[in-house]
């Protein structure tokens, strides 16, 4: 592309001689760093860009999304918490001539806007950098079902493969993220945690029949798409997801490896040298 001559540029973007800039409230998140607004791409020579905004607007206000039911405060308040703050690394951290052949990303942590974007933000560097595989090692308890439909098709869409492994539990939305891998480990002792869609609901919330179809709505198309990974990517049945999701069953490493859910049971062995990226996240 040339960066000097542009006849449509993202709104978030501005185009003049020395290349694309971002605009006031966007930060870039490149690896292992974040760059300021204004500063210029060309310098940069990413492929993978990764727009954060800093003050989102509200386009619209509608029901909340569905999310995993245990995702509220620990007075049952059914709001959302307060969303978690990843630690920025410092530039540099992993910056060689020759791209290693596999990196090593621990994950443990709810599926929320933050982790999201960070987890994503840290593939795509990878990928940019020339990275061939990623080897995910996840744990989490779920969390946004929209954030977590989106890591699964981004992880995916990627230029690497990518391979996941079960370090701890995998629950709810994380299921989706777990099956996102070309191949597919877990370790001895871990589990996955299988069960239907639920929404919050607000204090006082005036119940209508409008309300509750919406709501009726959301809910059951969170759980076709989710039934439809786990159908595409395990040998689990559309009936047998569907008892996964009423039943809310955990399930050890055993079943998982009968259902195709992972390919091998084992402990996860990270060779010398490899580097290894630990996502920290301020709590």
Not at 25 to 48: C, D, H, M, N, W
Not at 79 to 90: D, G, I
Not at 240 to 267: H, P, S, W
């Amino acid at each position: 592309m040339d960066h000097g001559e542009c006849s449509v540029v993202p709104p978030v973007l501005a185009c003049d001689k020395t290349g694309f800039s971002l605009d006031e409230g966007v930060e870039l998140v490149l690896l292992a760093g974040l760059y300021p607004a204004k500063q210029s791409l060309t310098r940069i020579g990413v492929r993978f860009l990764h727009l954060r905004f800093k003050k989102p607007k509200i386009i619209a206000q509608g029901a909340p999304r569905c999310q995993h039911p245990r995702y509220e405060t620990q007075k049952g308040n059914p709001k959302m918490q307060p969303p978690l703050t990843p630690v920025r690394l410092q530039p540099g951290l992993i910056q060689q001539q020759q791209p290693p052949g596999t990196v090593y990303i621990s994950f443990s942590a709810e599926i929320v806007p933050n982790t999201t974007e960070t987890l994503i933000a840290t593939a795509s560097n990878f990928a940019n950098q020339g990275v061939k595989q990623l080897y995910l090692m996840l744990s989490t308890p779920g969390g946004s079902v929209m954030h977590g439909m989106t890591l699964y098709n981004v992880l995916r869409a990627l230029p690497v493969e990518l391979i996941t492994h079960n370090v701890g539990n995998v629950d709810s939305i994380g299921n989706a993220i777990f099956l996102a891998g070309s191949k597919r480990y877990a370790c001895p002792h871990s589990t996955f945690m299988f069960h239907g869609v639920g929404c919050p609901t607000q204090p006082n919330q005036l119940m209508e029949a409008k309300f509750l179809r919406e709501r009726l709505d959301n809910i059951t198309a969170d759980q076709k798409r989710i039934g439809s990974v786990i159908g595409e990517r395990t040998k689990i049945s559309e009936d047998d997801v569907a008892n996964l999701f009423l039943e809310a069953q955990t399930k050890d490493a055993a079943f998982a490896l009968a259902n195709g859910i992972v390919d091998e049971i084992r402990e996860v062995n990270v060779p010398p040298g490899n580097p290894v990226v630990a996502l920290v996240f301020q709590r």
